[in-house]
């Protein structure tokens, strides 16, 4: 997969330094990674691998210079305070939270810790940051640009899927990430003349109830908010019983089975989080590291699900594609 470049600032990886500056004689940075999905059977093959990965681009050594302690809520946003607690417990010096939501439970366990943003949507609207520029406080990292590209997502699935007039665009209840991409989506579906049926989740247990709307509003197409991306497999399971062509935010969507996706990659965001950690390890503060956004984005097709579906995809989309999954 290429790489995308990223809003001036961090500079690109060639420009890395092979070895890491100097830094605190003999400490071992102790780096806790807060994520939202489950621990997989090797990080190093996940999209949580891009962080160890960047760390050993930066010349960092695990278990020499660093040590990374793993927390997984397991795809349950309920199980973020009890982690953040835990990881403040555990004296970490630094916090890398892979979602908006962990980032202010960290904030509210810590006030002085630094924390990574390895993903987030809207951290100035959301009050993470002060601004993009200069964060300010304890927080900076990266901004996935979500609101940005739904209307791109909406404009591939109208040229995949025949005559498509009603989208569904599945949301997060009370998260406050949804709501920009929402407002984005409405904007985009309006003027594109598609008739929007938006769904909300709180939970697994909320996606039977969800689906079953969107079969009564007779949606043919649906939109995944990136809130959902710890609950993929199952979202993708219902979406094919429900012959809905779906697109989301991220490729490990498709790589479960989803039809599309059209945003940043997860596993590259991971790796360029290790960027904020080493700046911060070699005296930075998180408040004068500005917060970076993606300027291009990855698109990826699953063709096997496609067939599935009964869709040809068009040549226009597999010639823009980035990744064809067979």
């Known amino acids: 997969m290429r790489r995308r ?4 600032g961090l500079g ?8 890491a500056r100097a830094q605190q004689a003999g400490k071992v940075w102790r780096v806790g990674f807060l994520a939202s999905g489950s621990r997989p059977v090797s990080i190093e093959s996940s999209q949580y691998g891009g962080f160890p990965q960047g760390m050993r681009e930066l010349g960092h ?28 417990r555990a004296q970490v010096d630094i916090v890398v939270a892979g979602t908006s939501a962990s980032v202010r439970l960290v904030q509210q366990a810590s006030s002085t810790m630094p924390i990574v ?15 993009l520029a200069r964060p300010g406080g304890n ?8 609101d ?6 909406l404009e591939l699935l109208a040229k995949a899927v025949p005559k498509l007039s009603r989208v569904g665009f599945l949301s997060g209840s009370d998260v406050a990430p949804s709501a920009p991409i929402l407002r984005a989506v409405q904007a985009a579906a309006a003027a594109a003349g598609l008739q929007l049926v938006p769904v909300e989740a709180r939970n697994l247990q909320d996606f039977e109830s969800a689906f079953a709307t969107l079969a009564n509003e007779r949606a043919q197409a649906l939109m995944v908010s990136t809130v959902f991306n710890a609950q993929r497999q199952r979202l993708v399971e219902l979406s094919l019983r429900a012959r809905l062509p779906t697109i989301s935010p991220t490729q490990e969507f498709v790589e479960a089975g989803g039809l599309m996706s ?65």
């Open 5 to 8: 470049e990223f809003i001036a």
């Open 139 to 146: 927080v900076t990292g990266l901004a996935t640009s979500a």
């Open 12 to 19: 690109s990886a060639a420009a890395w330094p092979v070895v």
């Open 148 to 153: 940005d590209t739904a209307s791109k997502q």
């Open 117 to 131: 943003m390895a993903m987030s949507t809207d951290p100035v609207g959301d009050g993470l940051v002060a601004s």
């Open 262 to 326: 059209y945003g940043v990659s997860t596993r590259d965001f991971n790796r360029r989080a290790a960027f904020y950690v080493d700046k911060i390890i070699k005296g930075a503060k998180p408040g004068d590291l500005p917060v970076q956004q993606p300027t291009r984005f990855f698109l990826t097709i699953n063709r096997k699900t496609a067939d599935a579906l009964g869709l040809t995809i068009p040549l226009e989309l597999l010639v823009q594609s980035d990744e064809i999954v067979e």
């Open 61 to 88: 050594v695990e278990g020499k210079d660093f040590v990374i302690e793993w927390r997984f809520a397991e795809g349950r946003s309920e199980l973020f305070p009890s982690l953040a607690a835990e990881l403040v």
